[in-house]
């Protein structure tokens, strides 16, 4: 009989070991509000979103998000759609959510290679009079600090460009709109970009990177492209050559040429933007790169070339002398008047 009531005692102390660890993977994750988005695709498993939510640190454990569910007949409930989730929410708060299906709001997608300003209009046809605060926060980065103490320390007159991360965003109509966006662009940011910011590369700070990233962004349309153009402006940066960029005078001219380019008189514009006038790197990003610019300018190509020039079909001609790039240059306008 003792052997039994020895076996009963165990059996107990197991179970509510197991009954307390369960419990403590319902707590929430951190204490952090910040959201991360979240995709529910239709006809996904159980066993597929559990995995994705911690993957994504939004649930402590997959299993006891699967069995949360299970004893609380929800497993089957979970509505497929995209959510804005909280670490701080527990299993009970992230499941609440997935199951009522709760409205997150408008999806906002940006494009990579947007400036600021941009996001800034098409959050205002979204929510209709946040452009403005989401262009008051990105004009104040030191209000982020407190929350994102990574940010580096910045230039007098240098703004949030640049580090609002192009992504696409669920954010709720209402006064806290362009908040809740540059602190998810942060957030996404941090996740993503700050990572490959800080590898091994040339020796740049990482906000000089970040330039460097942005003007690569706004050069390149063709992807394979990216590590060339970087390396062609590295080799500009270390001869002191300009970088003779028209997307950096449009930045400055705060609007895009479009097919006609630029005149001689945008070009002979006063900014320290213009990078025909000023040689090196301008005073701050000209756009929010992308992941693939960001690479490209921490890992450009090895490469002795100097020049390029568009084709016009997204590609472009590199060249190592400055008679090569004006032959290229003839080649390219004679094809187009045939």
Do not use: C
Not at 33 to 38: N, T, V
Not at 236 to 252: C, I, K, N, Q
């Amino acid at each position: 009989m003792r052997w039994f009531l020895a076996l009963l005692t165990t059996l107990a102390l197991l179970a509510g070991g197991a009954w307390a660890a369960y419990q403590r993977a319902l707590e929430p994750v951190a204490g952090t509000e910040r959201a991360l988005l979240f995709e529910v695709p239709p006809g996904a498993g159980g066993a597929t979103i559990a995995r994705g939510l911690e993957r994504r640190r939004l649930v402590r454990s997959a299993l006891a998000f699967r069995v949360y569910l299970r004893l609380n007949g929800l497993d089957r409930d979970v509505k497929a759609g995209l959510y804005a989730l909280s670490p701080s929410l527990g299993v009970p708060g992230v499941a609440a959510v997935l199951v009522e299906g709760r409205d997150m709001g408008t999806r906002l997608t940006v494009p990579e290679g947007w400036a600021a300003a941009r996001v800034a209009r098409l959050l205002d046809q979204a929510v209709p009079g946040a452009g403005a605060t989401f262009a008051a926060l990105v004009a104040n980065p030191d209000a982020q600090r407190a929350e994102f103490a990574w940010l580096p320390p910045l230039p007098p007159g240098a703004t949030l460009e640049g580090f609002l991360f192009p992504d696409t965003y669920v954010i709720r109509p209402g006064p806290g709109a362009a908040d809740s966006l540059v602190r998810l662009m942060l957030a996404r940011f941090e996740q993503v970009a700050l990572p490959a910011l800080q590898g091994e590369g040339p020796p740049l700070g990482l906000y000089q990177r970040l330039v460097m990233a942005s003007i690569v962004e706004k050069e390149a349309v063709h992807p394979d492209e990216r590590p060339t153009i970087g390396g062609v402006f590295y080799n500009r940066l270390a001869t002191r050559m300009p970088f003779g960029s028209d997307p950096t005078v449009e930045y400055a001219l705060g609007r895009h040429q479009g097919e006609r380019g630029l005149t001689f008189k945008d070009v002979a514009v006063d900014s320290p933007y213009n990078t025909y006038k000023h040689p090196g790197l301008p005073p701050g990003p000209i756009a929010n790169p992308g992941l693939a610019s960001i690479r490209a300018a921490v890992h450009p190509a090895r490469t002795d070339l100097l020049y390029f020039v568009a084709r016009g079909d997204g590609t472009h001609v590199f060249t190592k002398t400055y008679r090569d790039h004006l032959n290229a240059q003839a080649r390219i306008v004679a094809g187009r008047r045939r």
